[in-house]
């Protein structure tokens, strides 16, 4: 089964995978410790930052493994399917992105909407990707990457895909 996944472009791509790769970072600081260790010449020594290194090791592996894998969740994209074309459920969904305020970054028109959200005047909100493909609408929404994650933010992008959803399928009934 194939999942669609949003596709980040340039520094968004850097700034929202950072964490993965801090994790990684710190696991290859434990390596390096564990290499180290074999050169002390005190075995006791030697077992303890091993078993330290060998523990942050662990940790950071599975910190980085956990958040990789809530990100790649997070990036895939809602498919909905209405009766109506592509030109109609752009229309709805920019409606809706008027009311709310949202900021439109990118538009092909009938094919692909990007929007920011606007959570305060210091900083973004959320990203909202909407393609449209026939009769089908495909709605991701992400934490801004300059913030990063938090459950706050993954409830408002969890809400603002079900305002994407209720708009769309709005049209159907």
Not at 38 to 64: D, I, K, P, Q, W
Not at 132 to 143: D, P, S
Request: glycine share 8%; charged share 15%.
């Amino acid at each position: 089964m194939y999942i669609e996944r949003l596709r980040l472009e340039g520094s968004d791509w850097v700034r929202y995978f950072a964490p993965v790769a801090f994790c990684a970072y710190l696991a290859a600081i434990c390596v390096a410790l564990i290499v180290t260790a074999t050169f002390l010449h005190n075995l006791r020594e030697a077992l303890a930052v091993s078993a330290a290194a060998a523990f942050g090791l662990l940790l950071s592996g599975a910190l980085g493994a956990g958040v990789l894998g809530m990100q790649l969740h997070e990036l895939r994209y809602l498919t909905l399917t209405n009766a109506c074309e592509a030109g109609a459920n752009c229309e709805r969904v920019l409606q809706l992105a008027r009311e709310l305020g949202w900021q439109l970054t990118r538009e092909q028109p009938g094919q692909r909407l990007n929007f920011r959200t606007a959570d305060s005047m210091l900083q973004q909100g959320e990203l909202i990707a909407v393609q449209f493909r026939g009769r089908q609408v495909l709605v991701a929404c992400i934490c801004d990457p300059g913030v990063g994650f938090s459950l706050v933010g993954r409830r408002r992008c969890q809400r603002n895909r079900q305002l994407v959803s209720q708009a769309v399928l709005q049209g159907t009934r």
